[in-house]
Each structure stands twice: as C-alpha cells, then as structure tokens.
C-alpha cells in the first residue's frame, strides 16, 4: 500500500516593534541567505521585540485558488494588504476578516520575494497608525484601503502594543508545499 502524505500550506508571521524618533528616516538592507530574506532596516530607534509565530491559511483563499485552477474569475491570489486588529478570538479557517480591524497597509515596496515555494513579503505600520493593544493581524488578496475588504489569505493572533512613539512591521512567509 502506497501512503500518500499532504502537508497544509504553513506560513510564518514576523513582528518587529520599533522604538521610533520623529522624524523617521529608513533605508533598507537585504541580505538574502539560503533561500530566507533577512530584512535589517536602520531606523532612527532601536527594536524593541521581534516575535515569530505560525499563521492559519483561511479556506477563503483556498477556495479561491481552486477558482483559479478551474478558470473561474474575480479573485487574482495576489495578496495586496496587511491589517492589524484588537480582536482576541483564536483565528479559524472559516475566518473571512479580522475581528476588529482597526488599520491596513498596502504591502511594503521591495519586500516581495520567492525562492522557489517560499514567498516573502512585508508590511509596515508607521508611528501614525494601527495604535493601540494589537492582538490580531492578516493579510489580504485583491484588498483595498478600506476596513474589512478582500479575501482574507492568513489570520495569526498577536500581542503587541503600539503607540505613536513605535513603527511597526510585520513579515509574512509563506511556504506551499
């Protein structure tokens, strides 16, 4: 008997928390290392926690990706935005937005990057948004600027309390296997 394994789609979310000085000024350095980016970023401030944590692929986004495979339209797979939410509930694969969506941003220019399976991507929340006890974040395809729209890809709890005085970037891999 031949026994066949699948393993789910894993995805890593990256939260880095910085301690910011007006006026923020940033440059950014890639390093690129056995098929991970390792992003630096010189800000004026120092980096207050990085935490890594595993994320829940929603069925949204798998759903969607069959409707790609079957030639169906109205859904690209391009994630295009990052949220950040107040909301405490354990994410579920049923999940299609955040909780409590309280800021979004569009993914950070230049932090997209595939090796093979491995797609990596960023997004940064500057001093003026996504204040306050941060408790939840994901990620959109085909999203706009506007709370609550798109289909949401991944959702992942966090704990992070932000405020104007800190930048904050969240870092999505994503591995298909």
């Not at 800021?103 to 932090?111: H, K």
């Not at 090796?115 to 500057?126: E, G, I, L, P, R």
Request: charged share 20%; aromatic share 12%.
């Amino acid at each position: 008997m031949i026994e066949e394994k699948t393993k789910e789609w894993e995805g890593i979310v990256t939260t880095e928390l910085f301690e910011t000085q007006w006026p923020l000024f940033f440059f950014a350095f890639p390093l690129w290392l056995q098929r991970v980016i390792n992003l630096f970023w010189k800000e004026q401030g120092r980096l207050i926690e990085k935490k890594v944590q595993h994320n829940l692929v929603c069925n949204v986004t798998k759903n969607g990706f069959a409707g790609i495979l079957n030639g169906e339209s109205g859904f690209t797979g391009i994630i295009n935005y990052g949220a950040v939410g107040t909301g405490t509930n354990s994410p579920a694969s049923s999940d299609t937005t955040l909780q409590t969506e309280i800021a979004r941003t569009i993914v950070e220019a230049g932090s997209n990057f595939r090796a093979s399976n491995v797609t990596t991507m960023s997004f940064y929340f500057d001093p003026t948004v996504g204040n306050g006890n941060i408790k939840e974040f994901g990620a959109f395809i085909d999203g706009t600027a506007t709370v609550d729209t798109g289909f949401l890809f991944d959702r992942v709890n966090l704990d992070v309390t932000k405020t104007s005085l800190n930048s904050l970037r969240v870092t999505l891999q994503v591995t298909v296997s």
